[in-house]
């Protein structure tokens, strides 16, 4: 018997769709149980008081959660399913690993504020942050409450007007900084404090999804992990290369609600299981 037959992947349909039918063939392959989780299947939609189908997973299994980040959320919360998510929202929201990080960090020069308070602050942020009458702003939270977007001084309304677009409240903390000149991007997958192995995922401002990286990116990722600060045992880095030149860390990320893009799946997948073994 497979070491791994005691680990059930749930794996929400057409989330991921790149590598969703790869993913549960992997899995299976390995000895572990693979539940896709449809519109219509059991466990997927929730009832009125919140809780999952529990049938779904028998009692002394491992569960791995791979989907949208408002049913990992949802899991996390209703369930006591172990390691259920690997995707800590309060480590990896930016007020709790900028400090930690920050020396890595592509944006290291930034300010929180509530969201509230860019508009009254409108002229200090573009004094402090602006370039060619731009800047940065995303959440600090990872729930993705809106995307990171450029704001820019002629549009600064309407571009505010967006970023609320889905009735964020005034008091949401925000990060502004300069916007920057990225030329590639890639993922790393992190498991039991080891990169164990990335994906290019925008190159030249093309999306992109191969499984080749770049060694430097690579070793960056790597310099990053040895720091010693994770959020989970497993977990994502977006590392970029930007114009000038240099490695910088993007952002850090959840692994059960993060796009694998071209990253070697059979790695990820008994990389994973080893760590969920161990928890």
Request: with cysteine.
């Amino acid at each position: 018997m497979s070491d791994f037959f005691g680990i059930r992947w749930l794996i929400e349909a057409d989330v991921f769709p790149d590598y969703q039918d790869e993913l549960i063939r992997t899995i299976r392959e390995t000895g572990a149980k693979a539940t896709l989780l449809t519109a219509v299947k059991a466990g997927y939609l929730f009832e009125e008081t919140g809780q999952p189908d529990l049938r779904l997973v028998a009692n002394n299994e491992r569960v791995i959660f791979h989907g949208c980040i408002g049913l990992a959320e949802r899991i996390a919360e209703r369930t006591i399913w172990k390691p259920g998510i690997y995707g800590n929202f309060d480590r990896l929201s930016c007020t709790s690993y900028f400090p930690a990080l920050g020396e890595f960090l592509l944006n290291d020069r930034y300010s929180m504020l509530p969201l509230g308070d860019v508009r009254r602050m409108k002229d200090e942020l573009f004094s402090s942050f602006g370039s060619n009458g731009q800047f940065f702003m995303r959440p600090n939270t990872t729930r993705k409450v809106f995307a990171g977007m450029v704001i820019n001084h002629e549009t600064f309304d309407r571009d505010l007007e967006l970023a609320s677009f889905y009735d964020v409240p005034d008091h949401e903390l925000v990060v502004v900084s300069r916007t920057q000149s990225i030329v590639s991007e890639w993922r790393f997958v992190i498991a039991g404090g080891r990169v164990i192995c990335g994906s290019c995922y925008r190159d030249h401002g093309n999306y992109c999804r191969t499984v080749a990286c770049s060694p430097e990116a690579f070793d960056f990722a790597e310099r990053v992990v040895r720091s010693g600060w994770e959020p989970d045992p497993v977990w994502t880095i977006d590392v970029a290369l930007t114009a000038t030149g240099s490695y910088r860390l993007i952002e850090i990320g959840s692994f059960s609600f993060a796009n694998l893009y071209g990253c070697d799946v059979r790695n990820v997948v008994e990389a994973v299981h080893k760590v969920a073994l161990d928890y």
